[in-house]
C-alpha cells in the first residue's frame, strides 16, 4: 500500500512540475497574440515580459490563496484591476499601447510584475 501510495505521489508531482513548466515555457515566449502568467508560490511568472501591442496576458492564480492582478503601484493604482482570484482563476488583459506596465497583487504588495508593449 506505501509503495503505490509513493509512485501515485511521484507521479502527481510530474504532472504539476510538467504543467509549470509549459506555463513558463509559453509565458516566456511572446510572439502570438496570447501570453499566460502563473501565480504561484505568492509571485508572478513570469514577473517580467515583453509583448507586442495587441496581445492578451492572462493570469492564472496556482496558490490556494485570493490574489489580483492591480495596474500600477500599490501606492499609485491606474484603475485597472481584477476581482480576487481565487484558485485556478484567471484575469485577462488586451495591451494595444506601446509602454512599461507594472501591476502587482493589492492583498500582497510586494508581488509585483511589469509587461513591456512594443509596437
Excluded at 29 to 45: L, R
Excluded at 56 to 85: A, Y
Excluded at 96 to 111: A, F, I, K, R, V
Amino acid at each position: 500500500m506505501e509503495r503505490k501510495l509513493a509512485v501515485f505521489a511521484l507521479f502527481a508531482v510530474g504532472v504539476f512540475v510538467a504543467g509549470m513548466v509549459a506555463l513558463a515555457y509559453r509565458g516566456s515566449t511572446p510572439g502570438g497574440t496570447f501570453v499566460q502568467v502563473a501565480i504561484m508560490n505568492y509571485s508572478f511568472s513570469p514577473s517580467s515580459l515583453a509583448v507586442k501591442a495587441g496581445t492578451t496576458v492572462r493570469w492564472v492564480n496556482m496558490d490556494f490563496v485570493e490574489h489580483t492582478v492591480s495596474f500600477g503601484t500599490h501606492d499609485n493604482p491606474t484603475g485597472v484591476e481584477s476581482p480576487l482570484l481565487g484558485h485556478m482563476g484567471s484575469f485577462g488583459y488586451t495591451f494595444t499601447e506601446p509602454g512599461t506596465y507594472e501591476y502587482h497583487c493589492d492583498p500582497h504588495p510586494y508581488m509585483t510584475g511589469s509587461v513591456i508593449v512594443n509596437f
